[in-house]
DNA sequence: TCTGGGGTCCTATAGCCT
DNA sequence: TCTGAGGCTATAGGACCC
């Protein structure tokens, strides 16, 4: 039997920003966008201090400033939370060498070959990343990624929440369809309509109605989530597929002069990250999002990878071309995919 | 009224080939 | 030559994640 963590930064993005300024402590912190909670942005991070007003993650900043108008609002500083990031996944490390790094404030760990019980094992983990970087953490441990990172939102914050391969379905069963990771707002609603909302009534939904409403693939991850079922390995190494930039005006815009000059500005960006980090890609590729937020891409692939910025200008210019632009338009975005390692 | 930016993965469709 | 099945590739869109 496996036995896997899943670790889960406690209010991260807030935690990084409170521990430098600590006159920030028990006030309401909201971290999203510029800053500015007049402007385009979501929250990336609430503290708990602000998720008692009913503020949370992806809420626009002007609903948050709406919500609680004293609030401190900080721009997001990504620099600082992923040198963080990278002492709380040394860390880990010191546990076990078997990590996946799941994003700036998680990762898994598989830490069967360790002694101990797991509840032994929950608390070392907790007590390595708070001795290494102040912070506290939530931990889940259980018999595969899936089930982890369930229990680790049981408790938090500072939590810690042990799932048996015994228990496990007795103690998700009541929880609502969307506590399992990759059932996103469309499929809960898909699953309301069929009278399913929680984790144990998607589980006595037979297999052939599943692939009826969801396709075979979908119905396959539908069924072993419901069940607890999770044969995936931690990915313990990774190589980026595609590079991205894009941007929301601040106002709408119908003046293709701006559109044009924004996507010239964020090839040069993306060609220098493409040869910051030693990736050359093949296929060149827009997005377009209309007011509205109706969005649409076009996209080009080469005869040979570049790194060049008047080359990816160019080619983005050609997708632009594609695209009919009768209405305002809201954000514009640039992607380099088919990545590989260049050789200068 | 609103709804960021960086990604991954899956699906549908169309064209081409055998 | 026509028709059709199935595979493969390129493209566009969408769901979901942090």
């Known amino acids: ?24 402590a028990g006030k309401p912190l909201v971290i999203g966008g510029r800053g500015d909670p007049q402007a385009r942005g979501v929250v990336s991070t609430a503290s708990y201090e602000a998720r008692r007003y009913g503020i949370h993650s992806a809420m626009p900043l002007r609903t948050a400033f709406r919500l609680c108008p004293e609030a401190v609002f900080l721009p997001v500083d990504h620099r600082a939370y ?37 509840e032994e094992i929950g608390r070392e983990i907790k007590r390595r990343v708070h001795a290494a970087t102040g912070l506290t953490c939530s931990v889940g441990i259980a018999p595969n990624k899936r089930l982890a990172k369930i229990a680790s939102d049981l408790q938090k914050p500072d939590g810690l929440t042990i799932l048996t391969e015994e228990d496990a379905a007795g103690r998700i069963a009541a929880l609502p369809v969307r506590k399992v990771p990759g059932i996103g707002p469309v499929t809960e609603a898909h699953l309301a309509r069929l009278g399913v909302r929680t984790i144990g009534e998607l589980a006595g939904l037979p297999a052939a109605r599943l692939v009826a409403e969801f396709g075979a693939a979908r119905a396959e991850f539908l069924y072993e989530a419901a069940r607890g079922i999770d044969e995936r390995e931690l990915v313990t190494h990774w190589e980026p597929k595609e590079h991205s930039r894009e941007t929301t005006f601040q106002q709408d815009t119908r003046d293709v002069q701006t559109i044009r000059r924004t996507i010239a500005e964020l090839a040069r960006e993306l060609a220098g990250e493409l040869r910051a980090d030693g990736y050359r890609g093949r296929r060149i590729g827009i997005k377009i999002r209309f007011t509205g937020f109706d969005t649409h891409t076009r996209q080009h692939t080469l005869a040979a990878p570049t790194d060049a910025a008047e080359v990816i200008r160019r080619a983005a210019f050609a997708c632009l071309q594609r695209l009919p632009l009768d209405r305002p338009v809201r954000l514009v975005g640039v992607r380099v995919g088919e990545l590989e390692k260049g050789d200068g």
Not at 8 to 15: I, K
């Open 1 to 24: 039997m496996r036995r896997i963590a899943h670790i889960d930064m406690d209010a991260f993005f807030a935690a990084v920003e409170r521990q430098r300024r600590p006159e920030l």
């Open 82 to 118: 992923s040198a963080v990031s990278q002492k709380v996944k040394a860390a880990l490390l010191t546990v076990s060498p078997v990590l996946e790094d799941a994003g700036i404030d998680e990762a898994y760990l598989d830490v069967t070959a360790l002694p101990g019980s797991a």
